[in-house]
């Protein structure tokens, strides 16, 4: 991607977070609080993700228990940085592997991962300004509530999300109901891994991988790599690698996880109003019939009636003929229309030398009808106006 693009992206993202910002404001005290802490929560993340190193990519391996996260952690690093565990008890604690550590404690101490490897460069892959971190993490399934709860919390954090399932475990509904499906809207930065293919007859591998790719479909994942590994054999590793290298060479996953995430709020706010969601008319996106012509003329036409336009006209139609019989008519009308009054002097519009801003016209005042006719004209027009568009 081009700096001009990642600029583009960049100010895109500062757009949809001050609007996201915008909406949340508007919506305090009228939705309820818990969706309200939701988005800020989510506003609050952005901020602190983007004020750190927009230069490193955080990549976390999430998987339940025995999927292989930490042998893969290790088969990508090309090295043994991570314990794989044959027993229990398992990864506890989340453990960073780093290209490129210029820079990342800020990011890592709020990520708070204190266990912390610098890795040592990979042809082709990472080497020191790749700015890629690797986090081996804690199954999401554990029977410890400590270890669910960091893995949640580095689910909404990382910038790519790397799903590590196995051929037993791969179509379980916890990992794709609590999980996959809600972060659909997180396609772009997610990868899933079926690792330990060597335990498949060669013949199945194919199979497995099309109905996981059907399941995620379902999950609204349509679109996400799914990639075959053996983190023992080795097999695949170099496509699971080459895929993470890809999104961190890019640089822009962090906008696309932070974009991601201001769509799901978005959406979750749409939802809570009332709003339609998905489609264009979610999150605001709804588009205002506008001011037609006919409804243009109609408001005209009542402002005039209640200005009392109607009345001058036919005063002056009246005032018009009653000269122009005075001028030309045959002599006997014109000498009758000397003792007609005009219309307009009667409504006192026609005084030689009159001044505006002293002689009051002889119109009727605006009523209280008059004020009624106005504003039904004024709310009608409205009403036509913004029908169709977003409360
Ligand atoms: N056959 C086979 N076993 C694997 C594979 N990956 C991991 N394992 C084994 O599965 C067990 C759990 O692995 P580990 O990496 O600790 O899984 P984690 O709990 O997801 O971190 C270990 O005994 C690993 O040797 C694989 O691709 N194939
Ligand atoms: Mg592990």
Known sequence: MSRHAAARETSQLDRRLEALNSA????????????????????????????????????????????????????????????????????????????????????????????????????????????????????????????????????????????????????????????????????????VVLNQIDRLPEHEVRPVLESLTAILARDGLGKVQVLGASAVLGTGVDKVRAAIRQVAMQRKAMSQRLAADVTLAAARLAEASGLPTGGTTAAGGGTAAGATAAAKARLAGELAAAANVPLVVDAVARSYRLEATRRTGWPVTRWLAR?????????????????????????????????????????????????????
């Open 24 to 191: 949340t404001e508007l919506a305090s005290g009228v939705l309820p609080e818990e969706i309200l802490a939701g988005v800020l929560q989510v506003l609050d993340r952005a901020s602190s993700r983007r004020s750190l190193s927009g230069d490193h990519t955080v990549v976390g391996f999430f998987g339940a228990t025995g999927s292989g996260k930490s042998s893969l952690f290790n088969a990508v690093s090309g090295e043994e940085i991570a314990t794989a565990a044959v027993r229990r008890p398992t990864t506890t604690e989340p453990l960073a592997g780093i290209w490129g550590v210029q820079g990342s404690d800020a990011l890592l101490d709020w990520l708070e991962v204190r266990k912390r490897h610098a890795a040592a460069p990979i042809k082709g892959f990472a080497d020191d300004d790749t700015g890629l971190i690797l986090l081996d993490l804690p199954d999401f399934d554990s029977t410890r509530a400590a270890n669910r709860e960091i893995v949640q919390r580095m689910v909404g954090l990382v910038d790519v999300l790397v799903w590590v399932l196995d051929p037993q475990k791969y179509a379980d509904a916890a990992v794709h109901n609590d999980f996959l499906a809600p972060l659909s809207s997180h396609g772009a930065v997610t990868i």
């Open 339 to 391: 003792f007609r009054p005009d219309p307009l002097r009667r409504l006192n519009l026609r005084r030689e030398g009159a001044k505006p801003e002293l002689n009051r016209t002889s119109l009727p005042p605006a009523g209280a009808p008059e004020q009624a006719r106005t504003d039904a004209a004024v709310r009608e027009f409205a009403e036509a106006a913004s029908a169709g568009a977003p409360g």
